[in-house]
């Protein structure tokens, strides 16, 4: 879908995949405000639905989630579009869960709760062009 | 020749004419003659051919009238002479020969009388009534050892052993008095070199009228060779005798050396053994007649003979009896010298058995005697036949140790221990066995055995004991089960052995039966605890795996709640938020602080509960009161779109519980009714008394719950979250935290639901112990 990536530095599109309502709201206030357009699924099923449909540039993907967890989801869709970047944002935060979600084939890992700028500093670096 | 005379005469006479008268005279003469010298036909004959010639003669001169007057005359008177002179000479004649035969005779039996008494050895003497001796003859000096000349200085008495002396004193004492005239006894006489022989000895008083006390003819027999005959024989019998009762050669010994001392008579006898190394004899038993002095505490206990030393050396060495007649003029053992000071004579002789000299048996007597050569054979063949017992007895010995060790064994052994046949079929069991099976011999033999060996061979994976009695052996005991006679069960190991006969060919077999219940079971036991050990384990694992599982979700559900907290927070700290924004955000913020606060508090109790630090205070609890009330807050609450219904039983009696507790659990399961009928519906509670309970009911319908959530839960941070439940909060700690205070109050708790229909959550309660009758004290 050439169209969204044609899209300027401030239009790219990130799909937030998340149960959890307050962080839905977090995470959509805090994109917009830096320039995202941001797509919301409340389950792993509708984040693969979601992404394959609407090709967003980035997917934060939380893991649990009711009928399809984030890791499930993140496997089906990188199975459809290897290309496609996604970040883990859990509250998992054991010893081994980043290494858990990388091994998986996370593009990058944000530990819940996370702070503002980083959440940000993650998304812009992935969703950068390689021209620019 | 008188025939030729009478013939002359007649012819002379003839030719003469000579007168008769005159030639008469001459026929006289020769019938005389023939009368003197000849029997009697020839005194006949001849009288009648002279009486014929006389009366030729007196015919021929016919005539002469006077003539033939005479001539009868004449031979009457020859016939007359001649007859007389005969019948003299013929009386005359006999009593010569019969004075000349008894001549004879006497003669003979005087020589015979003196063969006789040459020949038997019988000594005759005369002695005085007091035991002088008057007269003996040479049988009687070689007997009594001494010359008539030294004889006739002694009496009786003297040549009379000691022992015997006081017999003979009265018997010549009765004998004088004539108050019996014959005295017969066996005694021992001494001889001049200290010898003593046995005598037969007889007494007779010869009549004397002259005297007032009678002669006495003693009569003598030596005896002794009788007497040693009878000894041996005694002694071979006696030493038979002794050996044929005793068991063993410790406990014969003495019998034995005593016997041969008796019968034979010794003073003393010593038995010396061989050493185990066969170098040297030292004594073993010893036995000596009453009243011989003898130290038998002396060094001598310890004396060792060497082989070829001494007599005991000798016989010991050789293998043959030796005898020593004169200990003083001998070699014998020095060491025992001065122990046996006061014997004089010794004779040993070999114990052999098994072809080897095991011993020596000394014989020791305190007068010098001459051991005849029959003595020392028939000490050789006690010899070999005491050797022989020695071996017997030590052998039979062995034996029955060893028998009577494996008697015991057998008897005594815990293990049970089965004699068996060939075909299988017990021939003896030990007490043990019959013991452990709880049989008696019978129905052992006839039920239990072939059952036991019927499982036995099933264990081993055989038909038959069979291959046991080839000689191939289990390699390791059986174990099977089996029951008493008392119906007990056992875990009984068979461990069977071939017992082989004498070809080495296998005949029979012990079977040991050892009952190993007890291992057995403890073996079971053992791995129980095990197996219980390692289930512990793995319990532990899982608690483990629990507890990071736990701390994950925790962690994961405070992270949550925090994101929003965390990231809200920041928004409104860096500002530029408009008021609207900030008062929402805020909300957000409350409420997931809310719900952290929820849950530490949720986890404390949990915690608490769990660990045994929360106890409950049990108190008469009207759970009709309890569910008013829940029911009554919860329905005051704006929020709520549920309609709320009750369904309370009256009757039900007061219950023991906590009242707090009991709230909480009530208030959470109608929360959870409420959150998960989110769009209204019917929330019942109903109470009812359930035998010693009181059934307490939350039913909603709700969204229900999936057939394979149902069995979770209960489980902590177990929360329905598909569908339309996936948005509804919790803590997911809930249902376990009123799972726990049901059961510390000793009820249960449980749930039947269905998606789409809601769900009925049940849990108990025990009616308070005085009111398990219903309702006594509410209404009274």
Redesign the interface.
Known sequence: MPEPAAVGYGSSVVLVAD?????Q??CR??LEKAGYQVLIA??GQQAVDIALAQNPNLILMDV?M??MDGLEAMRQIKAARPEMRVVIA?????ANDRERFLAAGADDVL??????GDLVAVVARLTAKPSA | MPFAGLAAVLAVALATGAPGLLVFPLFLILVLYVALFDDRSQVVATGSAAALAILVLAIRQLGQTSNLATAVFEVAVLGIVAGSVHEVVRHWREAEAKSEKKAEDLESVDERLRMTLEAATIGLGMVAADGRWLQVNDKLEAILGRGSDELVHMSLLDVTAEADRRAVDDALGQLGRREIVRWESEVQQARPDGSRSPIALAMAAISDHGADEPLLLVQETDISARKRLDAMRDAVVGVRQVIVSASSWEQAAPVLLGSLCTHLDWDLAQYWGADDDRRSLSLQTSWHKDGLNIDLDDPVRNLSIQAGGGLIGRAWQSGVANAIDDLAANDYEQAGAERVAGLRAAVAFPVIGGGLTIGVIELLAREVRHSEADLVSMLSTIGAEIGQFIQRAATAQALRRSEADHRAIYERSPIGIARVSGDGELLEGNPALLLMLEHDIETMRSQAWPDLLRAYDQAAGRARLAPLLAGIADQRGIQIRAATGGGRWLWLQLTATSIPDMSGRPEHMLVMVEDVTTVREAQDRLAEALDAQRGAFATLEKLDRTK?EF??IV??????A???????S??IR?GGLETDEVRAYGG?IF??ADRVNRLIGDMLDLDRMESGRMSIRLADVDINEVMSDVMARASSSSSIVAEFKADLDPRLPIVAGDRDRLVQVVTNLVNNSVKYSPDGGTVTLSTRADGGFALVSVTDTGLGIPADEIEHVFERFRRV???AA??IPGTGLGLTIVKQIVEMHGGKIWVESAVGHGSAFHFTVPLAAEHATPLQRRHA
């Open positions: 149960d959890n309502e307050v962080a709201r977090l206030r805090v409340g389950d649990a009711p009928t859990s509250a998992h935060s054991m530990s819940k709760p996370f702070r503002l | 990071t701390l994950s962690s994961h559900e405070f992270r949550t925090l994101t929003g907290i965390q990231g809200f920041e928004l860096d957000y409420n997931d979250r598909s569908g996936q948005s």
